[in-house]
């Protein structure tokens, strides 16, 4: 078994596209929507994060700007 390598300070972020709405899987999502001021719900299906998808291009470039930490993002096409 290979030891994993952790780094500090990255997160990964999965987003998931749908037709109307984004869900966002991690740890940290919670801050870039805060500091995009992205209104968002709670989804109670996939019990994550849920924005409009109009709203996206706000998230992720604050995700590529971000210093500390740093975020990986997993960018899928859902059909929801």
Known sequence: MTPQLTLPFVRVVRVEVGRH????????VARPLA???TPRMRCPFQRTWTVPLDR??????????ARRPTYFVDLVEVDR
Do not use: C, I, K, N
């Not at 709405?21 to 940290?28: K, M, Q």
């Open 35 to 37: 500091a995009t001021d």
């Open 21 to 28: 709405s984004v869900w966002l899987y991690g740890p940290g």
């Open 56 to 65: 996206l291009s706000d998230v992720l470039a604050y995700l590529d700007h």
